[in-house]
């Protein structure tokens, strides 16, 4: 099986922004800290979301193209295991919306 080679880029001025870049092609993530920093999802984009341990974490690609989404999950699972919580569990909603939300 051909693995995918990730790479992480880490903002030195906020240690929860990073950026999974796939090595081979256009692939762009940004992780997010939902508890510490301000998220706003792009319409345009594929969010997912994951709870490293209490910490809640978005996934937002960025100009992403569609062209193979299971490789989103596979730079997600990369992530988690950078991290050291390779259990982590990826959601395709935002945890913090209740299911009164919805009105059921």
């Not at 994951?50 to 999950?73: C, H, K, M």
């Not at 209740?98 to 059921?104: M, V, W």
């Amino acid at each position: 099986m051909d693995q995918s080679v990730f790479l992480l880029v880490k903002d030195s001025h906020n240690a929860c922004r990073d950026v999974i870049w796939h090595r081979d092609g256009t692939l762009r993530i940004r992780v997010c800290c939902l508890g510490d920093d301000k998220f706003e999802p792009n319409p345009d984009e594929l969010q997912f979301y994951g709870n490293d341990n209490g910490n809640l974490l978005a996934f937002e690609t960025s100009g992403y193209d569609g062209s193979d989404p299971l490789l989103v999950i596979e730079a997600i699972r990369w992530y988690a295991d950078y991290i050291e919580n390779p259990r982590m569990e990826i959601l395709a909603e935002d945890p913090r919306i209740s299911d009164t939300d919805t009105g059921y």
